[in-house]
């Protein structure tokens, strides 16, 4: 999955040992070699924030800025309200202009959240309004608050609807299944028709995201930001989320 391929050589160390080496190779300037190892780890399925935000600063080193704001927004995936991912892509987007899915009001907040957290929050409200019902008309200890306890029991219900609401939300306008960002050094053009010599529609700078509607060949038609579809080629593209190890191979990776 672009520039960078791990090598199988690491495979008897440790996952604590190599981050580390990673990062001391990072340390030392060496950000090819920095790469090398922490793609390793990815190879390995070793996810976390760190690695993926280790490795956007590796790329954007060397000056491989789509892979960098591929890693940068998969580190948001795993930690929504992590900072340093959110001022790095800033940053990249006012130098390369590229264009993106921009989430305002809800869906904005929504996004700071994990999809397990709002399931979560989910869970915990309906047990809520379960308990409150139950001790109101099952604990003769509690009859005299019943009225109190219907009300929060009430308040509950509002809170579980507005949270199933928000997730069904989520699921359809923040989750990052089926997108997919430009990793090519260059801008890439999206086209009217799954062919190289096809009518130009946009360029895509490095960065920009789309989101994956099908497929034809080593072609992929695409939704792009502004109400606008083409198809790029799959080369210049790698999806966001699952996570793709190698070209044409994607590592198996549940929604955090």
Not at 78 to 88: K, S, Y
Not at 197 to 202: A, F, M, Q, R, T
Request: charge should be neutral.
């Amino acid at each position: 999955m672009g520039a960078f391929p791990a090598t199988p050589a690491f495979a008897e160390e440790s996952a604590d040992d190599l981050f580390a080496k990673a990062n001391r190779f990072y340390e030392n300037g060496n950000y090819e070699g920095a790469i090398g190892h922490y793609l390793s780890l990815v190879e390995d399925q070793n996810y976390s924030e760190d690695l993926f935000y280790n490795l956007g600063n590796a790329c954007f080193r060397q000056n491989q800025l789509g892979e960098a704001v591929l890693w940068f927004r998969r580190a948001q995936i795993m930690a929504p309200r992590m900072i340093e991912p959110r001022q790095n892509l800033k940053t990249l987007k006012s130098r390369l202009g590229y264009l993106d899915f921009e989430l305002q009001g809800l869906d904005l907040l929504l996004s700071r959240f994990k999809r397990g957290e709002l399931t979560l929050l989910i869970s915990l409200s309906v047990w809520f309004v379960v308990l409150s019902l139950s001790a109101a008309f099952l604990s003769r200890s509690a009859r005299p608050a019943r009225p109190a306890l219907i009300v929060v029991a009430f308040g509950g219900v509002i809170v579980s609807g507005l949270l199933i609401t928000g997730l069904l939300r989520f699921d359809h306008y923040v989750s990052v299944e089926n997108r997919a960002i430009v990793i090519s050094n260059t801008a890439a053009t999206a086209v009217v028709s799954p062919t190289p010599d096809g009518k130009p529609v946009i360029d895509l700078p490095p960065g920009s995201e789309v989101r994956l509607l099908a497929k034809r060949g080593t072609w992929d038609y695409v939704d792009i930001p502004g109400e606008v579809r083409g198809w790029v080629n799959e080369d210049v593209i790698s999806p966001l989320w699952p996570i793709s190890s190698q070209k044409g191979d994607t590592v198996a990776a549940s929604r955090p």
